[in-house]
């Protein structure tokens, strides 16, 4: 019924198969890429281009501090957050974000005069914090 209506409207089946396979494949792409984890964004204060007070869902990774978050459904688009500083580490309420697993951890970035939250799956915490770690284990051994 559904390939029937497209077909009427113009649309081929090898279009919808080319699309499909290409979101597929990006999917494929940003999941391989290097301490990449699945989570939630949302600007808490501020603003932030590409960002809003709605929590999102996509992908994140760190390099060095600046998050590279990837924008779900289709993940075409990237948007950078340039991190000044991690502010509080959480866990979430239980209502607050679903489909990120029993525990999932959240924590505040201040970018500029904007904070983010950011929120991602208990397993992933270590990626979701990886940056600010390193700081914290130099920090300690005297570097």
């Known amino acids: 019924m559904l390939i029937a209506l497209l077909a009427v409207l113009g649309v081929d089946l090898i279009v919808l198969v080319a699309f499909a396979a290409l979101v597929l494949g990006r999917k494929r792409w940003v999941k391989r890429q290097p301490d990449v984890f699945r989570g939630a964004i949302r600007v808490a204060s501020g603003e932030i281009d590409g960002l809003g007070p709605k929590w999102r869902r996509g992908y994140g990774r760190w390099v060095r501090d600046v998050l590279v978050w ?14 000044d500083g991690v502010g509080e580490q959480h866990s979430a309420e239980p209502d ?23 929120a991602a799956a208990g397993e992933d915490a270590e990626l979701l914090l990886r940056p600010y770690q390193q700081n914290a284990s130099m920090t300690t051994r005297g570097v």
């Open 70 to 83: 990837t924008k779900a459904p289709f993940l075409f688009r990237n948007e950078l957050v340039a991190a």
């Open 96 to 118: 607050e974000l679903k489909r990120l697993g029993d525990h999932p951890t959240l924590i505040r970035v201040t970018a500029g005069e904007a904070t983010v939250a950011i």
